[in-house]
């Protein structure tokens, strides 16, 4: 329900008002209130603006309020609304919720007319006068009219010329004067009417606008990207003008009580005498350091920084704050938690826990794990990158910078490889057959796919900086052109996996630092953390990793990616091609040993933690070559001819591929693939507990269920294989059989399956892909659409998307918990290691999310961040 | 609740407890209540099987209410259960509740052993009672413990030969004698036990192996391809038997009360003296037809005809019934309601109403919709066939049957067609650029897809033969070869689209007759008919064919298959190869006057009944041409080089179309399209108003939707174009937007999106693709496995999957209906022309189904059998 109140003074809000009063109202109220020396103003509410927009006008009642507040400020100030001789002069300014740089509209010095600024020109002084109505005259009619400020702009230049003057400050009362009338020219021949001199015309013309803005392009595309719900609305801030133009004694700046770029605890800000916030921000004259401040004038410099501290003491944050000073009289403009970067966001948290000034949970709930990526891999250096142009980019894949030798093929990057050098796997596309090519490369780039395409995927598990669906990357004859620049193999480029800029040449890269800051933080997790965080792990190498990142268990082992590599591609492809029972358990018996061997591994790495293994799940034909020369190579080995396997190619090859022959649909088919896992697996866990003393109690992992009795086909496969090794070994270790939640059908059925299934994981890539029909591969080509026209926010593949995936989830749990309070479910999908759909499953309460090991830390922490907000 | 009560002697029972007692059970009642002269016996209750199989073993409190009962029995007929001098013999039938003939099985001549024999011998003759003693060893020895009936049957061959005796019937006492010792050998060496001497052994036993074989893999198979529930369980019938090879006035016989193979209302059947009812059904000896009986013995051919004459008039419907007469005593075994062509089933319905025996309601719930599709159409000639063998088979996509010669492409086709020959199109698969080819062909044949494929989905829109996915078709050099058989262009082939057949040669064919019976039972129809049925329909020919089959709206017009004929799929392709925004508008002006006369042409067929058009929905790249010749035509003919356009293709294929950028996606990128297609809709709305008066209120659809905003993007801009049309013309015309409910996510917000949309129409050939993760182009390669191995009894693409997709549905339309009570919602997939989906959709309370034109007769019929069921 919306309020009747409208309009608040600034002392009679606070900072707790702030989705009602917006960010800088709410913390101009609470600096109001803390008594520190804030210009007067008022504050039309959030609530205003959304009804602005649904009637498209302000009502009496608003504007009566506005009315009433504008008189106690002319009470307060002694000056009067558009008096002839005394005017009271104001800003009007955007207030959202949380802080939109640049995408909201502000209108200064609003108040002014033909006649008032004759009365400001006697006041103080006619330059001053005339500059500050120059300056409302070309904002207003930029803001309220949309006239484009280059027409203004273009004026002054005119003017500069004539006169044969060089800077803005240069103009004399005479030059703005005639200024003004050229301005006010424009503004007729665009408008057709003349510059208003009604002062309640511009303001309420001014406060419109301010409403507007928030639905304004820019500010929707920024939103969007930033998730920012469109209903919050924004405020408008009405504050009498002080002035940091109006002589030598007056000035402005902006400061931070620490340094918002590492952290360190160290006053840091700029400031400019003689000048107004924009001419700040506009960069036109170089400001100075604060510490300037301290020998022009100690006084106010002191009585800035006591406030300063007052303000980080109040808040309990780094504060980043607006003052301007009249005539040697000190005015707060603004204050707010300041951005910092993330790696300043982890030393200020750590340091105020010490300071003891928040909590450990405090502190966590401040970060933002999404953004805390870039910490956990090496970068390029940003000094070094500000100097240079991109000369393409992709998508960011898979987070890190890094520089190298472009490589074509994935032997040419293992050849770099060997001479030690690093890298950079550039391809259309990657297959799994790139696998081993991945893996020695330090970057890999592509020109097709997106955030969850093969090497996107791949690329996170392994850690290796990736940018993907690289419009721009075209192959040549002789190699590759990038936005219209020339690459050959062997050239040296650098990719940006953070941004997905791609440079010309090395750039230096600055090494990751898990020690630490972020170490203390990963300690607060380890208190905080309650839904636990599994790998993505396929290999002994994976779960190595994970383990040392942190990793509570594995929670998804794709067994199809150990098959991809040279020697077992083979005796796959063997299996394949066989036309019998007999020849494929023969091809069979040749990928157990190397299965099995891969599963002590993994065992032996994870040290008894929990492993869940997904049996075969992607279609028979991507394991089949696709050139001819490979093909005739396969021929020539299994010693058949090369027709019969193209017959076999074509017969195999499926229309819908995500749709079609795969998962335990292969089993239904081929009961023998399923048998010789489950055999790796079990003689495996025997293994472990007699070589290393490990008891594994493999969860063995069904994927792409849609019905119970096809569940049910398959786990007897599994079981009764199972059940007899472990038999004949006289062996006691215990197993699970589970299965994936990556269907409508299975969400629908999740009571029944629950009955039958020892645990559930939820793939939400193939859920996403089938609830919207959306194909991984193909998507990304109309996302952008989407996104343009601002129909879709987010990337349903890199955010769950609560609303439809995160319903069947939901929906799925409940049934299932129904049936089996107990039942262990996990998410295995892309998802886990994304903070905001980590939120989602650990209110979902899920028992674990899964994620590539080098996203662990990260999950952990929006794990930790999750629980405290839930209590909360 | 089971009951405590597993045993019913045939006087405690009647017809109406058929789920308890088995359908022959009840009808063995409900004969002894009207006093026909039935041997006496008793049930054992259906839900002792399903205790039996819970238990695997008979429980003693059932067992002894068998044995109470059997005193009973004992008493009546004087006779007692393996008495030495004078035993009780009795039959141990199956029954269950509805027939399954030859799937379960049967035990007769039990409580005979090597005493009793002799006492029987005594009784009436020694070659009598060694017959029933073998013959109940050897039925024993099979049913019970699965001994091989060639075992036995190979010893009568010996002792034939041995004695140089031709038929059975002149194996002597001695031989028969001989003949048990053998049998006795044969089931020791098996078994390793003695034959059971123990009457009650053997009762017990046959008792559990009748219950067993309701779950054997024949039974099981069956009831999956006839949906009959795995919980139903079957009766068992134990009966005193008596003996129809007891000697010469002694018989057995089956007949009809009508002729079931044309419904004639006329007495038929067969019988034959000396002989049991297995020796009719086994096909040795040729049964003499019924009207003989009453020459040889008037008086039992008139008690029989009386009793047959009482049974229609009780159970008022055609009765299949069974005799015997033992001793010149006739006994009734069995009746039921006769099982009978479809073509008799309209007869006999019709013809019990105009007798007044059935009301017209009755007549129809006792029809089977989902059987009477050969009635529409032309079929083979029976006569012929029986004596063909099938070249090959596939799947029977599209009903009737049809010869003519083979062409390999459309353009053969088209030439054969001009050429007054039939032709059958013969394709690997088909694609949309067939279309032509297709319709002025007779018959289609493709060697992949399933049931829902491209070939499958047309062929049944355009009332073609069909049959798709016939592995055994293989394309050579020459021609195409048949399971071994060459054929060569212009060959003669005979295709059936009900049984899936292939044959060589021609066979003659018997046209459709949609008058007569069939035309009354629509009239009733008619009357009872709720859920209204509208057709697929995409050209005013289709709507043509649709109006005159009595289709009441249009529920699917796919505007793409208008741009499939040769002069417009040269705009569309311009269109889609065109780069700039121009240059699409420019080739869409051209299709806007194609699709706008299509239009108009539907609006006049339809008569201003309501028509649902679907705007663009498959993937650009469908368009484009695929061989190298077409696309150097589309090059010249655009001006374009070959390799841009070979770029284009690539650039526009994706890996997984069906989740592709199709549907309303293509109008977030191109929106000019769907505006193209609104105007054409618009324009042809008004002209069809000014020119023939009619008034249309097109219901535009729009496909794929999967959110809100999505939907209210792409409604908009067919809302701005369509009123800036209607406006221009001073028209007032209107019109309603609405969408596909074809994605899961769709179901999950359709609450949502029925405020905004003016109508729904699920899409359930998608919603099944995307519930299952199941491609309708490649399941059926997989799903064979799945019926094989009774994973799935029905494919969800033919018969709607009620578990899964339904459950979606019937959430769908409770959400959309809690926001908008009066909401009218369709359902436009194939599913539309199923009996059982139809019976689902009427009881999910949607407003109409939509299917083919050629079903809408049967669909009709299913709608008003759904509602009189419902009312039930």
Redesign the interface.
């Known amino acids: 329900m919306r309020k009747n109140k409208f309009v608040y003074l600034f002392n009679e809000g606070n900072s707790s008002m702030v989705n009602l009063l917006g960010g800088k109202g709410a913390n101009l109220c609470e600096m109001t209130r803390l008594k520190l020396p804030v210009p007067k103003g008022f504050i039309i509410s959030t609530e205003a603006c959304l009804e602005y927009n649904e009637k498209k006008s302000l009502s009496d009642k608003m504007k009566n309020q506005v009315l009433k507040a504008l008189k106690k400020i002319e009470k307060s100030s002694g000056k009067i609304f558009g008096n002839d001789e005394n005017t009271l002069i104001v800003s009007v300014r955007s207030g959202a919720r949380i802080s939109m740089p640049g995408m909201l509209d502000t209108v200064l010095n609003l108040g002014l007319n033909d006649k008032a600024v004759e009365g400001l020109a006697k006041q103080f002084n006619p330059r001053f006068a005339y500059d500050c109505y120059r300056r409302f005259i070309q904002m207003y009619s930029n803001v309220v009219k949309n006239i484009d400020i280059e027409k203004f702009e273009n004026q002054i230049d005119k003017i500069k010329k004539q006169n044969k003057i060089k800077l803005d400050s240069e103009l004399t009362a005479d030059n703005l004067k005639e200024l003004i009338k050229e301005y006010k020219i424009i503004y007729k021949e665009k408008t057709g009417t003349d510059f208003p001199q009604d002062v309640f015309v511009q303001l309420f013309e001014a406060i419109q606008a301010v409403f507007r803005s928030w639905f304004n392009t820019r500010a929707v595309l920024y939103r969007r990207l930033n998730n920012i719900p469109d209903d919050w609305g924004t405020a408008v801030n009405v504050q009498s003008m002080v002035f940091g133009n109006l002589d030598e004694n007056s000035g402005t700046g902006v400061a931070f009580t620490r340094n918002p770029s590492n952290g360190e605890n160290k006053f840091y800000g700029e400031y400019l005498m003689g000048a107004q916030g924009e001419d700040v921000v506009a960069g036109i004259r170089t400001p100075l350091p604060i510490e300037k401040l301290k020998k022009q004038n100690k006084a106010i410099y002191e009585e800035f920084v006591g406030y300063a501290k007052l303000l980080e003491e109040h808040y309990k944050d780094m504060q980043d704050m607006e003052f301007t000073i009249q005539s040697g009289k000190l005015y707060m403009l603004q204050t707010r938690n300041g951005k910092r970067t993330p790696s300043a966001s982890l030393k200020i948290a750590v340091d105020l826990v010490k300071e003891g000034k928040i909590s450990d949970k405090t502190a966590l709930l401040r970060l933002e794990p999404n953004k805390l990526n870039s910490i956990l891999h090496s970068v390029l250096n940003n000094n070094e990158l500000k100097n240079l142009t991109p000369v393409a980019s992709g998508l960011p894949a898979s987070p890190g910078g890094v520089s190298g030798k472009i490589a074509f093929s994935p032997a040419k990057a293992v050849e770099f490889n060997e001479n030690k050098e690093k890298a950079i796997l550039v391809r259309l596309e990657t297959s799994p057959e790139d696998i081993e090519g991945m893996a020695v490369s330090e970057g890999i780039l592509t020109a097709r796919g997106g955030m969850t395409s093969h090497a996107a995927v791949v690329a996170r598990g392994m850690g290796k900086v990736c940018v993907v669906g690289c419009n721009e990357l075209k192959f040549t004859e002789n190699g590759i052109k990038l936005n219209g620049h020339n690459f050959k193999e062997g050239d040296i480029i650098s990719v940006d996996g953070i941004t997905g800029n791609i440079y010309k040449g090395k750039v230096s890269s600055i090494p990751a630092d898990l020690t630490g800051d972020f170490a203390t933080i990963m300690q607060w997790v380890s208190k905080y953390q309650k839904t636990e965080v599994y790998a993505n792990a396929d290999t002994p190498n994976d779960a190595r990793t994970a383990y040392e990142l942190g990793a509570e268990g594995i929670g998804l082992c794709r067994t199809e990616h150990m098959f991809f590599e040279e020697d077992k591609i083979e005796s796959m492809r063997e299996m394949i091609i066989a036309d019998t029972l007999t020849g494929r358990e023969k091809a069979l018996a040749k990928l157990l040993k190397y299965q099995k061997k891969d599963f002590l591994g993994i065992f032996k790495e994870m040290k008894g933690k929990p492993i869940t293994i997904r049996l075969l799940d992607p279609p028979l034909h991507e394991f089949l070559p696709k050139s001819k020369p490979e093909i005739e190579q396969l021929a020539t080995s299994l010693n058949k001819n090369v027709e019969e396997i193209e017959q076999l190619i074509t017969k195999l090859s499926?229309?819908?591929?995500?749709?079609?022959?795969r998962g335990l649909?292969l089993a239904?088919?081929y009961p023998e693939i399923y048998k010789m896992q489950t055999r790796a697996i079990i003689e495996a866990g025997i293994e472990a507990e007699k070589k290393y003393s490990i008891k594994s109690e493999p969860e063995i992992m069904i994927p792409?269920t849609?019905?119970v009795?096809?569940f049910l086909?398959v786990k007897n496969i599994i079981k009764t294989t199972a059940d007899e090794i472990i038999e004949n070994a006289g062996s006691k270790m215990s197993y699970k059989i589970g299965t994936m939640i990556?269907?409508?059908?299975a969400i629908?059925?999740a009571d029944e399956l629950a009955k039958v299934a020892d645990f559930f994981s939820f793939g939400t890539n193939?859920l996403t892909?089938?609830?919207?029909?959306?194909?991984r591969?193909?998507?990304e080509?109309?996302l952008n659409?989407?996104y343009l026209?601002?129909?879709?926010k987010t990337n349903p593949f890199e955010k769950v998307?609560v609303?439809?995936?995160g319903?069947?989830v939901a929906y799925a749990i409940k049934n299932a918990k129904n049936v089996k309070p107990n039942l262990k479910i996990g998410v295995c999908g892309e998802h886990g290691g994304e903070a905001d759909s980590v939120e989602f499953f650990v209110k979902a309460k899920v028992s674990y999310v899964s994620c590539s090991p080098y996203r662990i830390p990260i999950a952990r922490l929006a794990s930790a961040i999750a629980n405290l907000k839930n209590k909360n």
């Open positions: 499926e229309v819908n591929p995500m749709l079609g022959h649909r239904v088919t792409l849609v019905s009795e096809e086909y990556e269907t409508p059908r629908i059925l193939d892909q089938m609830t919207y029909a959306f194909s591969d193909d998507a080509k109309f659409d989407y026209k601002n129909i879709f998307d609303k439809g995936v319903k069947l």
